[in-house]
């Protein structure tokens, strides 16, 4: 018989956050989720404008995770990287990333008033 590795892999967790904008289409959120984010999931839901801003970044720290202004799309995945930096700070040509984070905060501008869609954020 012949050896072999066996990978241990972490369940991926998702956390739907219902992006709700106000009378002046806008909102703001945080979610907690703690741990490597794989995936974005955006979804419209055929309320929100199509020319809406959305940011996410992680809370503690200000990382940018996905900022888009003008999305267009009725849906739309991402897979978010971070560029790596050196031992001195300065950030590394063409290498990335996986995103850690505790905290996310979403916000939205322009969607509409009182306008519904959705973000779900896919995490490990």
Known sequence: ??????????????????????????????????????????????????????????????????????VTSDTKTLYPLVNMSGTGGDVLSGEYGRVHSHTVKIAVAEGGDSKTGYLTIFYR
């Open 1 to 70: 018989m012949g050896t072999y590795d066996t990978v241990v892999r972490e369940k991926i967790r998702k956390e739907k956050v219902t992006l709700a904008t106000n009378a002046t289409g806008t909102m703001a959120t945080t979610v907690p989720i703690q741990g490597e984010i794989v995936k974005l999931f955006y979804d419209r839901n055929s309320s929100i404008l199509t020319t809406v801003d959305i940011d996410v970044t992680d809370n503690d720290t200000g990382e940018v995770i996905w900022t888009a202004d003008n």
